[in-house]
């Protein structure tokens, strides 16, 4: 079985920084995608960026340049760091995983096996 445990999230003003951490417990295998998204209250939940298990990585046009994902494959690792942030970034955000490539993108709702509980990010303006 595969467990996610995102951390790190919290509250900061507008134009400041969060890091946040998903970690990979249970069974893994070599190649396999992770991804972050996020569900603002009253809206649908947004990818936000996926990262293949060789590094390659995409990311959602509200977060580019912003948005920095990244992975450790040995710690079984994955990053989020998040710069000039706005009040509309704040939401409650999941990590996820899947086996293979991130066949499915950003997409919600194809291409994840598995879904952390969620860290809450808030920014005040």
């Known amino acids: 079985q595969v467990q996610l445990v995102e951390s790190g999230g919290g509250s900061v003003q507008a134009g400041g920084s969060l890091r946040l951490s998903c970690a990979v417990l249970?069974?893994?295998?070599?190649?396999?995608?992770m991804g972050w998204f996020r569900q603002a209250p009253g809206k649908e939940r947004e990818g936000v960026a996926v990262?293949?298990?060789?590094?390659?990585?995409r990311y959602a046009d509200y977060v580019k340049g912003r948005f920095t994902v990244s992975r450790d494959n040995y710690k079984r690792t994955m990053y989020l760091q998040m710069n000039s942030l706005k009040p509309e970034d704040t939401a409650m955000y999941y990590c996820?995983?899947?086996?293979?490539?991130?066949?499915?993108?950003?997409?919600?709702?194809?291409?994840?096996?598995?879904w952390g509980k969620g860290t809450l990010v808030t920014i005040s303006s």
């Open positions: 996820a995983a899947g086996w293979g490539h991130c066949s499915g993108g950003l997409r919600t709702d194809y291409g994840m096996d598995y």
């Open positions: 249970g069974y893994t295998r070599s190649n396999y995608c």
């Open positions: 990262i293949e298990s060789d590094g390659n990585t």
